[in-house]
Nanobody, 114 residues
Framework: QVQFVESGGGLVQPGGSLRLSCAAS????????MSWYRQAPGKQRELVAS???????NYVDSVKGRFTISRDNAKNTLYLQMNSLKPEDTAVYYC????????WGQGTQVTVSS
């Protein structure tokens, strides 16, 4: 059974930073394309950032220049460094893994508010 342990969410003021982590119990973690999604109240889940098995990254326009996705294959862990946070970044953030099958984490709440 695949399990994800997501951490790093919380309450932060506008302009602040958070680093999300997602530790996955996936065999052959390195072959998976990994992504972070988010879902704000009343909105659809959206793709925030993704990283391929080869390390190629992609970001939604609204976070470009502020968020950085990375992975440590030796630790089976995915990261999302979030800087210059805005109130509109408030959402539940989900870790996603995809390679033939797709898996989701349980989500971690990020709240940006003064």
């Amino acid at each position: 059974q695949v399990q994800f342990v997501e951490s790093g969410g919380g309450l932060v003021q506008p302009g602040g930073s958070l680093r999300l982590s997602c530790a996955a119990s996936l065999r052959s973690f390195s072959v998976y394309a990994m992504s972070w999604y988010r879902q704000a109240p009343g909105k659809q889940r959206e793709l925030v950032a993704s990283i391929t098995s080869s390390g190629r990254t992609n970001y939604v326009d609204s976070v470009k220049g502020r968020f950085t996705i990375s992975r440590d294959n030796a630790k089976n862990t995915l990261y999302l460094q979030m800087n210059s946070l805005k109130p509109e970044d408030t959402a539940v953030y989900y870790c996603n893994a995809r390679f033939q099958l797709e898996y989701w984490g349980q989500g971690t709440q990020v709240t940006v508010s003064s």
